[in-house]
């Protein structure tokens, strides 16, 4: 099993453009979730889904979006890019809410707005 | 206060000791308690979970948990070089879906 995959692994924005990072799960979690770490600042949660079709808020929210349209793909996208968005990108899937084996986290994306 | 709060270290102990992290937590209710561990540039690894008051054991990991001091640690015995990581120790609030909310982790050092 591949687990948790994202893509791209690295990526330059210029202000203003916009991307989406892509998420894609194989393991038939309901729930998936979007984090951004900055340096010192620990994960800060953007957006999450509990099930396709059913996404909330999160902490951080602003400047995202996102769509859950099957069980296993959760992407998230930036409409205009701004240099507080610099940093690390990392879905994470779950069974079911929190449970015994917490989640499971992608590789993550680190993204640069310049 | 934040709800989670963790030293951000660094922790530096030599090869062999026993590193004792230690997390604190604001929310009364939080049922559920983890400790994740991060290389550099990779991504959070589970390493432990721990749900009721006392300690968990797991190879050379023990988590301990306190919830009347609203206090969860992890030792680790016998610390080995591959160990040096940060280590995130993450929370639920009981704030209807029970998200995890992660402190800003301890960096472990381990010199041989």
């Known amino acids: 099993n591949a687990g948790v995959t994202q893509t791209p692994k690295f990526r330059i924005l210029k202000i203003g453009q916009s991307m989406t990072l892509q998420c894609t799960q194989d393991m038939n979690h309901n729930y998936m979730y979007w984090y951004r770490q900055d340096p010192g600042m620990g994960l800060k949660l953007i957006y999450y889904s509990v099930g396709a079709g059913i996404t909330d808020k999160g902490e951080v929210p602003n400047g995202y979006n996102v769509s859950r349209s099957t069980t296993e793909d959760f992407p998230l996208r930036l409409e205009l890019a701004a240099p507080s968005q610099t940093s690390v990108y990392f879905c994470?899937?779950?069974?079911?809410?929190?449970?015994?084996?917490?989640?499971?986290f992608g590789s993550g994306t680190r993204l640069t707005v310049v | 206060q934040k709800e989670v709060e963790q030293n951000s270290g660094p922790l530096s102990v030599p090869e062999g000791a026993i590193a004792s992290l230690n997390c604190t937590y604001s929310?009364?209710?939080?049922?559920?308690f983890f400790w994740y561990r991060q290389y550099s540039g990779k991504s959070p690894e589970l390493i432990m979970s721990i749900y009721s008051n006392g300690d968990k054991e797991d190879g050379r990991f023990t988590a301990q948990l306190n919830k009347a001091s609203q206090y969860v640690s992890l030792l680790i015995r016998d610390s080995q070089p591959s160990d040096s990581a940060t280590y995130l120790c993450?929370?639920?609030?009981?704030?209807?879906?029970?998200?995890?909310?992660f402190g800003t982790g301890t960096r472990l050092l381990v010199s041989p």
């Open positions: 993450a929370v639920t609030l009981n704030t209807g879906f029970q998200k995890l909310v």
């Open positions: 994470a899937s779950s069974v079911q809410g929190v449970t015994p084996y917490g989640y499971t």
């Open positions: 929310d009364r209710v939080s049922q559920s």
